[in-house]
């Protein structure tokens, strides 16, 4: 019987800030990492997702991650329906969090 290596013990939380278009069922997103996705939301969520929302998701460090976003009409949530947007931050304990990537919400 192989012996499989013990999970990892420690994570560190990371937080996703996202200010949606005005059509916030249409985006999709996910943060995936070592095969699992460990929180997402689903763009064909109906419930009512206020335009700014933050989330958090502990990951592993030193182990490669995916963010993944999309939107079903393909517009993005920047720019013809809102000012969407987002940033992915690594939480400290002090106030200064590490912004680790942002989108001005153009994408699709």
Request: glycine share 8%; net charge negative.
């Amino acid at each position: 019987t192989p012996i499989l290596p013990a999970p990892p013990t420690t994570t560190v939380p990371i937080r996703l800030d996202i200010t949606y278009d005005r059509y916030p069922t249409e985006v999709g997103w996910s943060f995936e990492q070592m095969g699992s996705t460990l929180l997402s939301k689903n763009a064909d969520d109906t419930t009512n997702t206020p335009l700014i929302q933050s989330y958090q998701v502990n990951m592993v460090p030193g182990m490669d991650a995916k963010f993944i976003i999309t939107d079903s009409s393909g517009d993005g949530i920047c720019c013809r329906y809102g000012t969407g947007k987002y940033e992915i931050f690594v939480e400290t304990s002090s106030e200064d969090d590490i912004s680790l990537h942002s989108s001005n919400g153009d994408f699709s």
